[in-house]
Every structure is written in C-alpha cells, then in structure tokens.
C-alpha cells in the first residue's frame, strides 16, 4: 500500500475529515488519468462541503473545470 494509501485510510478510520479534504485533493494531484483525479477530488469536495471548509471553492471550481457539472 503506498503511503498517501495508508494516510487516506488511517484519516477515515480517525474520522479526520479535514484530514481526508487535504489527502483526497493530494491524490487527485497524484492520479495518473482524469478519471482517478475526478474522483478523488469529487471526495475532497463533499468532505470540504460537510465542513464549510476554505477549499470548497476551489475544489469545485476545478470539477467545472474537468467537465465534472453541466
């Protein structure tokens, strides 16, 4: 399991949601294909929305961006 793998599952089982916002948003950084990057931010997006977190706007801006809302 890779590292980012191992901190992603160690915030979920803490419940670290401002954790999982950061380290969804790190592996959408690190995915190799649209696809992989859509879906982590997609996760990093509704965890920022259920907190008002800072990054809500930014997340979502770079969903429209990918053609993630019509």
Known sequence: MSD?????????????R???VL??????DAAN???ASGFYLTHAYVF?????HPDAPTLHAR???MGREE
């Open 48 to 52: 920022a929305l259920e907190l008002g």
């Open 4 to 16: 980012l793998g191992a901190r992603l599952l160690a915030a979920h089982g803490r419940d670290d």
């Open 18 to 20: 401002p954790a999982l």
């Open 23 to 28: 380290l969804y948003r790190e592996a959408a």
């Open 33 to 35: 294909d649209e696809n």
């Open 63 to 65: 969903l429209k961006q």
